[in-house]
């Protein structure tokens, strides 16, 4: 009786032990994928198969934001839970995350995770010593020399900023759009992959960049799992990026089409396609279940330069908001509001809808209150706020509101109502919750709440004002 007993307390205790183990982390980004690009959000071309079984197996956020409307913005807001005008980010190769800055790479080492980043970095530059995509090797920008191996990753493999999304290492035509005049097709881009310092990658570059990011993330995680080590991986694709151009395999999925459509499409498709082989690999590995994935985009939909001041689909910029005002670099829906999806099969049920306000910020906030780590010993202000208590269905309205400012625009969400400005003009304000396209101004007839709004973004952006001035380190 007493052999069945220990038996019984021992399986007791492995039982606890499994449920106590702390989570895979998979943190993967789409580069200017709009709103309505995905399959599950009723693209009516799109074919995004992996993407709509990762919705439908786990929570689907209605409201999802990046905390920019251009990328590199939104990627420091991801990697440190804080607007990314508090570390000095203000656009696209501008500024880099600073070594005072704690990164999720480096809390999670904290619980022992090995860590990776795979694909785009667009957080500083990867060189010193070569001329290197925008801003690598020139003298007078070592000062951004920022690497992920800096910032607490284990193993990178990385690019300072785009590439093709087909041969990512040769100049595509000109018509793949994006690509400098100075450079000439079929030449080398530019721009390489670095694993660390002076190490650039030379092999296995041929083909659908999304693919050749996978090749380098799928055995990270097979090591992992090898030395039963938790891991961090975040993978930011280059896709749907200009300069887009795909395969034959996937252009024929679209042959209806216009040539631009073939491309544009195709692209999304191969980078879905790596989505679904990234969970098929987690389930032979057997830990899909106790692995946390999340899915987004860094901002809304590119627009050609062509008609940029439209809402529109031009060339080989073909991504959709579905009908919401604005693109990238608009602090408007459609230049914020992207694919949201949460999948975690055992903490997570299938079907579930999130429909608070949420963005790439509460990344941060949410993984360090899975992981048990106490932020406060940080000492600094973060804009985001934990995630389970919505995916739970614990709270349904949201606590800290979403604030923006880029360029001359400003922004500030308030569960459904929403402020919105430029510096040389009046603020606006809109009932998100009736009116998502933003198109009646409420700040005349609902001037309380107007004014309620302009205090909470007043204090946020002091707040902003002092972390920039180096108040937070």
């Given amino acids: 009786m007493k052999a069945v007993l220990s038996i019984f307390f021992i399986f007791i205790l492995t039982l606890a032990c499994q449920r106590e183990q702390p989570p895979n982390i998979i943190l993967i980004m789409a580069d200017d994928q709009g709103w309505g690009d995905v399959g599950y ?15 439908q197996n786990g929570a689907v956020f209605t409201r999802f934001y990046s905390a920019g409307s251009v990328c590199s913005p939104t990627r420091a807001s991801v990697m440190t839970g804080r607007h990314p005008a508090r570390m000095g980010i203000c656009s696209a190769n501008c500024g880099h995350v600073k070594v005072q800055e704690i990164t999720l790479a480096e809390m999670v080492k904290e619980k022992g995770y090995r860590t990776g980043h ?8 990867l060189t010193r010593d070569i001329p290197d995509a925008n801003r690598g090797g020139k003298k007078q920008n070592e000062m951004h020399y920022a690497p992920p191996w800096n910032h607490g990753f284990d193993v990178s493999f990385v690019t300072e900023s785009k590439v093709p999304t087909w041969d990512p290492m040769i100049t595509p035509p000109q018509t793949a759009e994006d690509v400098k005049a ?8 530019g721009t390489s992959y670095w694993t660390g310092p002076g190490q650039r990658v030379t092999e296995n570059l041929e083909g659908d960049d999304s693919r050749v990011i996978m090749d380098r993330v799928i055995p990270f995680i097979e090591e992992s799992v090898a030395q039963n080590q938790a891991f961090l991986s975040i993978i930011w694709f280059h896709a749907p990026h200009l300069p887009v151009l795909t395969g034959e395999q996937y252009r024929s999925l679209y042959a209806e089409f216009s040539e631009n459509q073939q491309h544009y499409y195709g692209v999304i498709s191969a980078l879905d396609e790596q989505v ?10 057997g830990v899909s279940d106790n692995t946390l994935i999340f899915y987004t985009s860094d901002n809304g939909p590119e627009t050609s330069k ?7 689909p031009h060339g080989r910029a073909q991504g959709i908001t579905k009908g919401l005002r604005g693109r990238k670099r608009s602090l408007h829906e459609g230049g914020i509001r992207v694919p949201g999806i949460v999948e975690w099969p055992a903490k997570i049920p299938s079907g579930t809808r999130v429909d608070a306000p949420c963005f790439t910020s509460d990344y941060f906030p949410t ?39 880029f360029n001359k625009q400003f922004a500030l969400i308030d569960n459904d109502h929403k402020l919105y400005g430029v510096s040389d003009g009046g603020p606006q304000l809109y009932d998100l919750g009736q009116d998502t396209r933003e198109e009646n101004d409420l700040s005349t007839a609902q001037s309380k709440k107007l004014k309620a709004l302009e205090s909470l973004y007043r204090d946020w952006n002091l707040s902003v004002q002092n972390s920039n001035a180096g108040g937070d380190y």
Avoid at 118 to 125: A, D, N, R
Wanted: overall charge positive; glycine content about 6%; charged content about 30%.
């Fill in 41 to 55: 959000n009723g693209h009516p071309h799109l074919k995004t198969p992996h993407l709509d079984a990762m919705a």
């Fill in 367 to 405: 993984i360090a209150h899975i992981l048990e780590i106490d932020m406060e010993k940080y000492q600094r202000p973060y804009d985001g706020e934990n995630l389970t208590p919505y995916w739970n269905k614990k709270k349904l309205k949201r606590t800290k509101p979403l604030a923006y400012q």
């Fill in 276 to 285: 679904g082989r990234l969970r098929d690999r987690l389930k032979t590995l």
């Fill in 306 to 312: 062509e008609v940029r001041d439209k809402n529109i």
């Fill in 182 to 189: 100075t450079l000439l097709e079929g030449e080398p881009f």
């Fill in 118 to 125: 795979f694909g785009k970095w667009h957080l500083g530059t």
